[in-house]
């Protein structure tokens, strides 16, 4: 890996040749990530890789000049200094935030690599070009942090809260439910079995976590969400089971109690808390009428609750 102090001009123009290459191609692929959900931003990148196709031909023409008709193939990889770039075709679905970060952080590097490349030279019209697009990439930099304030239209903010919904509120309602309703039945069957809080606590915690861990696995393996655009499945999973162990906790908690009359009373309390946020999750983002979502979600959990008193006192 060569220093950045020990190249010519000549390999100083040809690694900037290759970084705008690159920026455009990146710009491309941030616009072809986008243009599903945030067609505004996308057409933004688009245009802002055309530009970068702009400086890459500005450059190739003062090399051509300067240096013939072959450009050595130097890359930022090459040299010690420049930072190593995500590729992009592995971060999908894009995010919004995400992607200005990355735009940002390259056109601050780009900028930084024309001042620094513009003092080595002592070349007018070398000088003079890298100079510019300094000036131009800083426009840039700025251009990428105002792309995420722009006002979403209807229809992307339509398309923003669908993403959330399958993304977040969908795994993480499934663990909730799982963890408030299968944690029932062996909290309470223990409970009355046993007649202890401490046997109880210990069953709810065991039944928690290793609901947490099985829903998580089972989101995650469930779909990579390159064709739902459901996000990275390892997210989904991480939501999804830390609110199946959430849930399933809530009511065990109680059992910290030494009365197992006064845990099962408080815990009982907790459950219809549990239910009751869960109907209005459903209806808030799933669209779901308030009767339907109560019913749903009630009855199942008393269904539950019934297997867990029958095999408690059985």
């Known amino acids: 890996m060569r220093s950045f102090e020990s190249l010519t001009e000549q390999e100083i123009l040809a690694l900037a040749i290759s970084q705008e290459e ?26 802002m890789r055309r530009e970068e196709d702009g400086h890459r031909h500005r450059l190739i023409e003062l ?6 008709e072959h450009i050595p193939l130097i890359r930022g990889q ?11 075709w592995r971060v999908r679905p894009l995010g919004l935030k995400a992607v200005q970060k990355a735009a940002e952080a390259m056109e601050l590097e780009t900028k930084r690599f024309y001042e620094v490349a513009a003092r080595r030279t002592a ?28 006002k979403l239209s209807e229809t992307e903010t339509d398309q923003q809260k669908r993403l959330f919904v399958l993304q977040v509120i969908q ?35 065991a039944a928690s976590f290793g609901a947490g861990i099985s829903m998580g696995f089972a989101e995650a393996l469930s779909d990579d969400g390159s064709l739902t655009g459901r996000g990275h499945p390892w ?46 999750v459903r209806h808030k983002y799933m669209d779901s009428p ?7 979600v009630v009855l199942g959990g008393l269904l539950v609750f019934g297997v867990g008193l029958l095999i408690g006192m059985s």
């Open 22 to 47: 690159e920026d455009a191609r990146i710009y491309d692929d941030f616009a072809d990530g986008l243009k599903e959900n945030y067609p505004a931003q996308a057409e933004k990148f688009t245009q």
């Open 290 to 296: 308030w009767s339907s979502a109560v019913i749903q």
């Open 171 to 205: 795994p993480g309602l499934a663990g909730l439910m799982d963890g408030s309703v299968s944690t029932l039945a062996p909290l309470f069957a223990a409970a009355l079995a046993t007649g202890s809080s401490g046997d109880a606590f210990r069953v709810g915690l």
């Open 63 to 68: 090399y051509r000049d300067r240096f013939g």
């Open 235 to 280: 997210a989904r999973g991480g939501v999804c089971g830390l609110m199946t162990t959430l849930g399933g906790l809530g009511h065990s908690l109680p059992y910290l109690l030494s009365d197992v009359k006064t845990a099962t009373w408080i815990a009982v309390a907790v459950v219809l808390v549990e239910l009751g946020v869960i109907s209005w």
């Open 123 to 150: 070349d007018a019209g070398m000088r003079q070009l890298l100079g510019d697009l300094a000036e131009e990439e800083r426009h840039h930099a700025n251009a990428a942090e105002q792309i995420t304030q722009t």
């Open 78 to 88: 090459d040299v010690r200094g420049f930072m190593r770039r995500r590729p992009v």
